[in-house]
């Protein structure tokens, strides 16, 4: 038996626990190890070690920073505007407010004041204000200050609608109509700054106390396996000399005995069964539509690996339905719908097959969706590939 240790001692515990409301948990963990078995490997002891970890887990609260807006009032300078003749506040947006229905009153509001925003909107009217059209800038400027003074809305609003956007607001509401100039005044003026502010989330930790080693050797004879296939061993084990777990597959099943001695863990798996497994996709290298003589045929090329060794009843074949359409002068089908002229199946003696179709006609253009299946195996299931279709070919040559 063999140890690795770290110095962590008792009192490096109790620290750990008492910074986290959650005192940590100390456990022995398991770990895993897979091996490939190969036609190669097939009987050959494959050796390895595990170090298992004795590992402290706790969750510590963390504090980090992230800055974020804040807005803030502080005494400065503003301008304003100082008109010689105020205008009498003509203008089509105050028009459309004093026109609109009670309950659209707070959206023409909005509107018409650049800045005040929906909630300060309904805020006025549900207040009383803007109940009459002020007669001038420094009038209108004197509801909106009365407004924020009562807290009506905030001085945020007050200043973006007297300040931020002054020229726009008295151009809109009809209050720019002669000369005007800008004057500076002190004020409370709103700003916005980013700020440090500390936001907390619980953060898994952990630390390794100790660890300790484990052998295996592992043998898997009789796999069911074909030359180009691979099955796989997954040994997962833990601290205590019964904590192992062993799977194996995909191909073969396996019964396993395993036995101790001393630190050494020996595992022989024997494969009783082949588990029967579909033909994968990839078994297809390329299906093309093709001239052929006077005809047409499918042009199949399969990996060679996925022919039976011997033709008989194991068999690879192709299960395919041939459509058409008639083609119209601009190489297409226009309207006429693609039907079903032959369908079939063919056994594939070679890696390429070329498989004549029936039913294709002159200036047709052709597709052919085809699948392919391992029929009588005793490596493959016999289920169908998922079915594809090939590029379209135009008949007209």
């Not at 008792?10 to 948990?25: E, F, G, K």
């Not at 089509?92 to 909630?119: N, T």
């Amino acid at each position: 038996m063999m140890f690795r240790f770290l110095a962590v001692t008792l009192a490096t515990v109790l620290i750990y626990a008492n910074a986290n409301a959650q005192a940590p948990t100390v456990a022995w963990e398991t770990q895993s190890k897979t091996i490939l078995v190969t036609p190669q490997s097939a009987g050959l002891t494959q050796s390895f070690t595990m170090e298992i970890p004795q590992v402290m887990r706790w969750v510590e609260r963390v504090e980090k920073i992230r800055m974020e807006p804040r807005t803030f009032e502080e005494i400065g300078i503003c301008e304003g505007l100082q008109c010689s003749e105020n205008g009498s506040g003509k203008s089509p947006a105050w028009d459309r407010y004093f026109s609109a229905p009670k309950a659209e009153k707070p959206q023409a509001l909005d509107a018409a004041i650049k800045g005040v925003g929906p909630v300060s909107a309904q805020a006025l009217i549900a207040t009383g204000y803007f109940t009459a059209k002020p007669r001038s800038w420094s009038a209108f400027v004197g509801e909106i200050d009365r407004a924020a003074n009562k807290h009506v809305i905030t001085n945020s609003v007050r200043y973006d609608v007297a300040v931020k956007y002054r020229a726009e607001n008295a151009e809109n509401l009809g209050y720019q109509q002669s000369s005007c100039t800008t004057y500076t005044y002190q004020c409370m003026r709103v700003v916005t700054r980013d700020v440090p502010v500390p936001y907390y989330f619980e953060e898994p930790r952990s630390k390794t106390l100790q660890t300790y080693v484990r052998y295996f050797a592992v043998t898997a004879v009789n796999p069911k396996i074909q030359y180009f296939e691979n099955d796989t061993v997954t040994v997962t084990a833990g601290q205590e000399l019964s904590n192992v777990q062993v799977s194996a597959g995909p191909f073969t099943q396996y019964v396993f005995k395993m036995n101790h001695e001393g630190n050494l863990t020996n595992i022989l798996l024997t494969g009783t069964t082949r588990n029967f497994v579909r033909l994968p996709g990839e078994v297809v290298q390329g299906a093309f539509v093709v001239k052929s003589g006077t005809g047409v045929a499918l042009n199949v090329t399969v990996d060679g690996r996925y022919l039976p060794a011997q033709q008989g009843a194991d068999r690879l074949q192709v299960n395919y339905v041939v459509e058409t359409c008639p083609l119209n002068f601009l190489g297409g089908c226009g309207f006429h719908p693609w039907k079903v002229v032959d369908q079939g199946e063919s056994v594939l003696n070679a890696a390429n097959a070329l498989i004549s179709l029936k039913g294709v006609e002159y200036k047709d253009k052709v597709r052919v969706r085809y699948s392919l299946a391992r029929r009588g195996s005793s490596w493959y299931d016999g289920s169908n590939t998922a079915e594809r279709t090939t590029p379209e070919f135009k008949n007209n040559n």
